[in-house]
């Protein structure tokens, strides 16, 4: 059985009060990339992570962007034949706001029952950090690595990552990399670590109905003309059968459907309905008949309505007849729906439901690819082993509602199989106020990724 | 064939310039009852029709309210056994705005082809005048009237008559009478003069249906989490079948069907489909299978959404999964549905219809009952020999899709059967810029008014 290299430990365990204080320190820094009064702030954070870089023994450089920097590390001193890793992380943080429902100021650490409260803890200061730390204790106990490492850190990852795709575009060459490990996502649950095996894709439509050319008194016409309001209800009731499942032809061939095992792995994680449902303040759950809740998330496509106005919307009463009427309808894909090919499906089915009278157009806003980790092979194998050596437990498989748009981007530009290995928790507020990480979690996660560098170079 | 009388007639031919003067002066009075800054103008347009009243032989008292004045002119002269009629108008107007659309100042009268354009010439100045003329006409060409007569002339009717229904009710002695005319309403065509036989009623709704306590991230929750907007939309999407007919069970139980005579009569009326289509500006018409758009507008009962509102509604796409959606739903009414039957049906049905997963609330916010006319008897028949005196021809039967609540007030206080005559045109602009009154119609309603009383008293 693998376990924990004992140098790497030894030196992690002694020099943990300087880790400590180090996270903090970065943790300071108030880096939210969404507002530009922190724009020095955002430069800050990126300095500091090239000088966190450099005194863990790479190279580093601040190159900058029409947007915040990205900083890129660098250590390629591994024996001739070895692997390329690429690590991505974010420097930059959501806003604090509402600062008021922080029970310790958002940019002041604390550690409270065993939690490291602060805006970035684990979101994604924290895990970006004890990815360099492990890195550290490489260089710093061993003077090597047995991996080429590149350290890649953007500071936009929180609005949008606007910047990325084009700097890994134009900086292939530098980037080039055999595989990559990002570390921005939960475990399952306390002491199950986890690896994410997938993540839905997104389309996303606007759907405009137009029915006469102004506002009408609906008494005068009534009746006898169509309402637009209506129309596009009707439109949206087509969209799924009685059983929950999309009902736009054609909306399922492209749906590869999940091996047995992952299925099987799936449904055998510790997971309360109710607590699920208690959590979400549903009267009840609902979905696709035929799947659990967590397939329905993880493994199966939707069709949601993000948006709905028409006409009146005040107080009271307005008989009005509306001209027009707008829905926001967005699609989660999985393996391997195309956004572009949903939005045909998608045109083709309005065009052939919405009623006479009114004229409707869907307007394609957003699109991104549904994506499925290589759930084999050395990197994956590597992390099973080192996270059982760290966390004394094999790994669980587990899967991503969410849509992480530049996992798709490293995959497609580098053409590298991607990782995502993550220490959060449930519950952790990443995007609200008390976001905190689990310090156990830190020091566990920090062993892990340690670890993993040796398992990938020896197999 | 009955005539306009010769004596009444020659006294409105020989006073035509001061009668159109003084029309002038009445629609000079900015009476904005919606617009605080006018209540001066609202009180002095009330005290002028007050003495016009008395100039016209009436004793006119001017009643103040809660809101604006109630104005009643009563002559009660006529012989033992004489009949008492009511005469119902308002002398307030429609706010002008926005006055850079007006061809001429909306408070200077002007006329250009025939036609009289100020803010209240046709809504209802002009249509109340025309009463007070032709009584004025038999006072003093006579020095009596064959029925006794009361005016009542409200100040509030643009707002919603809101103290209208409680002076009544107060003043039932002063105002009990035999029948109820009203000149606020619209002829079917130039040259076809028009009594109005039904009015719509109403049945407003707000439906919301709540799903999670709060919104939700429509990657992390979609497809486990019921969608209240799609639920809404499902939800709506029940209250038609496919023929466009109301599909809430019992919704069609108290429709009393339209006499074949007067549907006969209807669909002989000269309508133009694609008229109607093209000022609407819908792509094509719709309804209920079966009947025309008249009768859909005038005879059938409609269910429609005025208004919708859930999640995110703004620019571009947000992933957001709402916590709750809104309909604002209305029901216009036929003889004999009742408002509070229908709330009955209508909350039994979305009870029915709505899933699991969310709650729904119907909220009933307004209401009106139907209304339709006696189209027989000595008021309907005296009516008709006026109108085809008046005009040369007999009247056509017409409808409205819309409500005007104060005529079943008539009905239900004072127990008397009300009469809608009106001496309006298509296209008009009641509430628009470039209000107008045909002159032709001024002169020649007044002198059908006139004939009606004599025609009313001698059968």
């Known amino acids: 059985m693998t376990l924990v290299p004992a140098d790497l430990d030894a030196y992690l365990t002694a020099n943990d009060d300087r880790i400590r204080g180090e996270l903090f320190d970065f943790l300071r820094i108030p ?17 500091w992570t090239a000088r966190s870089l450099g005194a863990a023994g790479l190279t580093a450089t601040v ?35 509402p600062l008021e429902l922080w029970t310790s100021p958002a940019f002041e650490p604390t550690v409270r029952d065993g939690r490291l409260y602060a805006r970035g803890s684990v979101d994604d200061k924290g895990q ?50 055999d595989a ?19 993540l839905r894709g997104l389309a996303y439509f606007q759907i405009d109905v137009q029915g ?11 009746g006898a003309v169509v309402n637009p309001a209506m129309a596009l209800a009707r439109i949206l009731a087509t969209l799924h059968d009685d059983d929950g499942r999309i009902a736009i032809p054609g909306f399922y061939d492209a749906v590869d459907e999940w091996p047995a095992a992952v299925r099987e792995q799936m449904r055998s994680l510790p997971f309360d309905d ?34 709905l106005l028409s006409g009146y919307t005040g107080e009271g009463a307005k008989t009005v007849l509306p001209a027009r009427a707008m829905a926001k309808v967005s699609c989660r894909l999985v393996p391997d729906q195309d956004p572009t090919e949903i939005e045909g499906l998608m045109k083709a089915h309005l065009a052939r439901v919405s009623p006479s009278g009114v004229t409707t157009t869907v307007t394609h806003l957003h699109g991104g690819r549904p994506w499925r980790a290589e759930l084999k092979g050395p990197l994956f194998e590597a992390a099973r082993r080192a996270l059982a050596a760290a966390f004394g437990r094999e790994p669980v498989i587990t899967g991503e509602g969410g849509s ?31 976001e905190w990480m689990s310090m156990e979690n830190f020091t566990t996660g920090m062993r892990a990724i340690a670890t993993l560098w040796d398992e990938l170079a020896a197999h």
């Open 31 to 47: 880096s939210v990339s969404a507002r530009s009064e922190h724009d020095a702030d955002t430069v800050r954070a990126a300095e």
């Open 63 to 97: 190159h900058p962007t029409a947007g915040h920097p990205v900083v890129v590390g660098e250590w390629r001193g591994a024996p001739p034949g070895a692997q390329t890793v690429l690590v991505y992380g974010h420097y930059d943080v959501q806003p604090a706001e």
């Open 128 to 177: 970006l950090f004890l990815h360099i730390k492990a890195l550290e204790a490489h260089l710093k106990v061993r003077g090597t690595l047995p991996v080429n490492v590149i350290v890649l850190a953007e500071g936009e990852e929180e609005v949008g990552s606007e910047h990325l795709a084009s700097f890994i575009e134009q900086h292939v060459d530098l980037l080039r990399c």
């Open 180 to 198: 990559v490990v990002i570390s921005d996502s939960a475990m399952f649950a306390p002491g199950l670590p986890s690896v994410l095996s997938s």
């Open 212 to 222: 006469p050319a102004q506002d009408l008194h609906s008494g005068s016409y009534g």
């Open 274 to 307: 109710e607590h699920f449902r208690a959590e979400a303040g549903s009267p009840a759950l609902g979905g696709e008949r035929g799947y659990t809740v967590l397939e329905r998330l993880w493994t199966r496509p939707t069709c949601e309505v993000n948006g």
């Open 404 to 434: 992480i748009p530049v996992v798709g981007d490293f995959g497609r530009i580098l053409g590298a199989p991607v990782l995502l290995v993550g220490f959060g928790l449930p519950g952790e507020n990443a995007h609200a106020p008390d």
